[in-house]
């Protein structure tokens, strides 16, 4: 069964840019989440996103948002990106609703260099 | 303020012996935690997890404790082997579905 996948790779980009990151959930899973991991720094919570809406955001400015796709894949998009933008994006799935299951499990990352 | 702290940044151990990985956490609200090893520039991948009504889980050669009245859960690989070395993250599962991270401690198992 396919994990959690990301796109693209690596991506460089100059202040002011935007950008768009896309994820791919495990086959069943309902929600993603979105991790920032900036140099340095532990894993910050982005964004959650369940059957299509936004369930809960963390720390972040609105420059930073998403949506999620009726096939449960979601985007991430960054807008006026920012020097300190440049991190380790991360995507993660989990199963909510009737058969929730606590543990997410992470793609591979985006990883997002801004010039 | 932060709700997870793994208060060691790291750990050597020698091949075969126990490596035992700490973590705190200071929200009694907290009713699942979560282990993940992570390599560089890769995601984190799950290693096993716990829910507050146990305090012992076990799978393998990875055991985690989970102290509630301490708030302190601890994570034991035994026997450890090279290929463990990595960052090993504990996380809690947040009230509102978000995991909340520790920095991290980075585990080197020498040969």
């Known amino acids: 069964e396919a994990g959690v996948t990301q796109s693209p790779t690596h991506l460089i980009k100059t202040r002011g840019q935007q950008v768009t990151l896309r994820c791919s959930p495990i086959?069943?899973?309902?929600?993603v989440y979105w991790y920032q991991q900036a140099l340095g720094l532990g894993l910050q919570f982005l964004l959650w996103?369940?059957?299509?809406?936004?369930?809960n955001r963390g720390n972040f400015p609105p420059r930073f948002s998403g949506r999620q796709f009726p096939n449960y894949s979601s985007e991430l998009n960054v807008n006026a990106l920012e020097l300190e933008d440049s991190a380790l994006y991360l995507c993660?799935?989990?199963?909510?609703?009737?058969?929730?299951?606590?543990?997410?499990?992470f793609g591979p990352g985006t990883r997002l260099l801004v010039l | 303020d932060q709700q997870v702290k793994q208060n060691s940044p790291s750990l050597s151990v020698q091949e075969g012996r126990i490596s035992i990985l700490n973590c705190d956490y200071t929200?009694?609200?907290?009713?699942?935690f979560l282990w993940y090893k992570k390599y560089p520039a890769e995601g984190p991948t799950f290693l096993i997890s716990?829910?507050?009504?146990?305090d012992k889980n076990e799978d393998g050669r990875f055991t985690v404790f989970l102290n509630k009245s301490a708030k302190h859960l601890s994570l034991h690989i035994v026997p450890s082997q090279p290929g463990d070395s990595a960052v090993y993250f504990c996380?809690?599962?947040?009230?509102?579905?978000?995991?909340?991270f520790g920095k991290g401690t980075k585990l080197s198992v020498k040969p």
């Open positions: 993660a799935s989990s199963l909510e609703g009737a058969l929730k299951v606590e543990t997410q499990y």
């Open positions: 929200n009694s609200m907290f009713d699942y």
């Open positions: 996380a809690a599962k947040g009230s509102q579905g978000n995991l909340i």
């Open positions: 716990i829910s507050s009504i146990k």
């Open positions: 996103y369940d059957e299509g809406e936004e369930r």
């Open positions: 086959s069943g899973h309902t929600s």
